[in-house]
């Protein structure tokens, strides 16, 4: 017995050519000529097959050149080139600038039915070629990717990229009728079926899906003498030939990083909303997103923002900023270049009320870093604190603490409507207090106008800053004033005194991602 | 010696669009309101079965309908003397409350007559402190029970937070004394 054999029972039954390597194992380069390949293996594929065997069918093959019992006609030339004339008529196709595309091929159950039965007809056959446990074939979708990706490459001149980071193009395809021919398959194992019939909401309502087909159906898996009881071994002859159904063609989801300033303190980080009713015009994610999503040819509504961690709407967000990503679907290029990332951030510095930096694409594997540092990473803050007394020495040196300390955090009644009732422990790791030189001149500058005017109340020796370094998740306003005795210790209760924060800036998130790149000046030299 | 001048704040420079990012000094206002100014609005209960003495409470809502409850500083206990406070009312003590998750399940019911605190005062007359609202018990301030004289701050002197449905929040404001029309009643005295 050998390859020769197989071949022409394959044909016989009504396999084509490309079907037929398949079965004998062909490797991948061998489909871009068939006939060739199939003369290496020692197949003389003119010849006509075996008559005592393949007659019948070889008679339905004549009828139907284009026609297969595998592939349903899916490599015959007709059908190929309708599907590349149909990617190439594709008004979508030109909206993409991305430089590499992928195919990929979604095919009907019924090829896999099929698949089934010439895989038990094969092992009965050829038993010592053949098992219960390994694949027959090389995979039909393998085969048409394989057949169609240089073309359209060539044609679209892009690369082909494995990795999703340029255009998808979807294949669908579909086979008029496929149900009919799967009925059968409720008799080779009806518990499986009627599973799905008692609980149909647990399966989507789908009487059989591929997947489903894969896990439950294979030689090693059921009865095949049941199996070939019910349905056709060898398959019978199709009466019609796949059909593409549609094309769809996506852009690569694109994730574009960077770190923001938050310079004003009238603005909320994402689209405040209350009671339905938008509170501020802007936001921070908005301005970012407005002047990113155009170039990716995206409608801003669709990107998603994420960042690590968040400020209140009167707390501006300083020094280097805080890491930002940006979920871009459906982009129509997948390259930031330097000179277009400087751009947005020109335009974004415009506004005076953000600033963004850093801006490059990254991989998707890299947003878990985002995450992280929400959680575990160290906060330095700045704080504008008014005391009821002016600052003396003693409460500096009260204020100046460089002894790591833990404290005991009530959830803030701020956040108590939508947060669970919890004491969390938070580390402050360092305080820093300081005065502002400026004070004394200007007291009694202060002092002088003070005697004219009652209304002037500025009286800056009241006002201390400071800096403090804390575990991530720290409640700054509320470890400052206590918040009625809720945060424990907190600045009050440490320097046994009343002290209230008037204003308050992030200045640095300890998280070193995305990493630093100058797009800047590149885009103003 | 250590100085003031040691402790001169020295500030990095920010620049946005090219010009100085302005400092955080800009934004010092040394009559920026309270924290309770800030945030909350006063509001007033007057016990409808209350005899000639007077048992105002205080009610701080929060501007996301938090309520903290506590006594107006005219409660007759203050003109006493206060001499503790004890959240076990009898035949519960609210310490025992618990609540989890978001929607602070499990959490006590408060009508506005249910007592949440006895205050006694020093010549040992007790009067009930109560949740003056509808709600669920989020907390009790038991830091009063070991300090009784934060009762007469502002804040601090909360008694108990309750978290009213967000459908009752109009409701319940409506139904306490606003600020407004409690000092123009003159019952603050």
């Known amino acids: 017995m050998s390859k020769s054999d197989i071949f022409n029972y394959l044909n016989g039954i009504g396999c084509c050519n490309t079907c037929s390597l398949r079965y004998l194992n062909g490797r991948f380069n061998n489909y871009l000529n068939v006939e060739k390949s199939l003369l290496v293996h020692g197949i003389d594929f003119e010849t006509p097959p075996n008559k005592s065997e393949g007659e019948p069918s070889a008679k339905r093959l004549k009828q139907n050149e ?95 990229e494995l990795n999703q980071s340029g255009i998808m193009i979807n294949l669908f395809f579909e086979y008029p009728e496929e149900s009919e021919e799967l009925k059968p398959l409720w008799e080779v194992k009806p518990e499986l079926i009627a599973e799905r019939c008692a609980t149909p909401r647990k399966f989507n309502r789908e009487m059989m899906t591929r997947a489903a087909f894969e896990k439950h159906f294979n030689p090693s898996k059921m009865n095949v003498h049941t199996y070939a009881k019910h349905v056709p071994v060898p398959p019978t002859f199709p009466k019609k030939q796949l059909k593409l159904d549609k094309i769809t063609i996506n852009g690569p989801t694109v994730f574009v990083a960077g770190r923001y300033r938050k310079l004003s303190r009238s603005l909320s980080q994402t689209p405040w909303i209350l009671k339905g009713k ?39 967000c300083l020094g280097k900023g805080r890491p930002f990503v940006l979920e871009i679907p459906d982009a129509r290029k997948s390259v930031l270049p330097q000179s ?38 160290k906060k330095a803050y700045r704080a504008l604190c008014v005391t009821n007394k002016p600052v003396t020495v003693e409460l500096l040196k009260k204020l100046n603490i460089s002894q790591e300390f833990t404290t005991d955090q009530i959830t803030p009644v701020r956040v108590l409507h939508r947060r669970p009732l919890r004491i969390r422990q938070r580390k402050i790791y360092q305080i820093k207090g300081a005065i502002s030189k400026g004070d004394y001149i200007i007291q009694v500058m202060l002092f002088v106008v003070k005697l004219f005017s009652h209304s002037c109340g500025v009286d800056d020796h009241r006002m201390i800053i400071l800096d403090i370094i804390t575990e991530a998740g720290t409640y700054i306003k509320e470890l ?5 005795g809720r945060t424990s210790p907190s600045i009050c209760s440490i320097i046994g005194q009343w002290i209230d924060i008037v204003a308050l800036d992030v200045m640095k998130i300890d998280l070193e991602w995305p990493p630093e790149v100058n797009n800047f000046t590149h885009c103003s030299s | 010696m250590t100085e003031l001048s040691d402790f001169y704040f020295e500030e990095e420079k920010e620049l946005v669009d090219g010009l100085k990012c302005p400092s955080i000094l800009c934004d010092f ?30 009610i701080l809502i929060h501007s996301n309908r938090v309520c903290l409850v506590g006594l107006a500083p005219s409660h007759i206990a203050f003109a006493k003397g206060i001499q503790s406070v004890d959240f076990n009312i009898g035949n519960i003590d609210r310490r025992q409350n618990h609540c989890s998750g978001k929607s602070k399940k499990g959490a006590m019911n408060l009508q506005p007559s249910s007592a949440v605190a006895i205050v006694t005062c020093t010549d040992g007359t007790q009067y009930k402190i109560v949740a003056c609202v509808t709600g669920k018990l989020i907390e009790v301030n038991e830091r009063l029970m070991k300090n009784p004289g934060l009762l007469a701050k502002e804040g601090d002197g909360y008694v108990a937070i309750c978290l009213p449905k967000i459908e009752n929040a109009d409701v319940i404001k409506q139904s306490l004394i606003s600020e407004e029309l409690y000092k123009s009643q003159g019952a603050a005295n």
């Open chain 1, 66 to 160: 284009d026609m297969c019992v595998a592939c349903l006609g899916l490599f015959s030339s007709s059908c190929l080139d309708n599907v590349l004339e149909q990617v190439f008529q594709s008004r979508d196709i030109k909206l993409y600038e991305n430089e590499t595309v992928l195919t990929s091929v979604s095919l009907p159950i019924i090829v896999s039915l099929r698949r089934l039965s010439i895989w038990v007809a094969l092992n009965e056959k050829f038993p010592k070629y053949f098992s219960s446990t390994d694949p027959p074939d090389v995979s039909i979708k393998d085969v048409v990717k394989l057949i169609l990706n240089p073309k359209i490459c060539e044609k679209l001149n892009k690369t082909l």
């Open chain 1, 278 to 316: 938008r509170m501020m015009e802007e936001s921070v994610s908005e301005i970012i997103v407005e002047n990113v999503a155009e170039f990716f040819g995206v409608c801003p509504e669709n990107v998603i923002f994420s960042s690590s961690g968040r400020e209140d709407v009167d707390v501006r």
């Open chain 1, 340 to 377: 277009a990332a400087g751009v947005m951030e020109a335009v974004v510095e415009k506004t005076h009320k953000v600033s963004i930096r850093n801006l490059q694409t990254v991989k998707r594997e890299e947003l878990t870093h985002i995450k992280q540092g929400e959680e575990n990473k």
């Open chain 1, 480 to 484: 400052v004033h206590g918040e009625f």
């Open chain 2, 29 to 58: 206002d040394a009559n920026c309101p309270s924290v309770v100014d800030r945030y909350y609005t006063r509001y007033y209960y007057r016990k409808s079965d209350s005899t000639q003495e007077n048992e105002d409470h205080l």
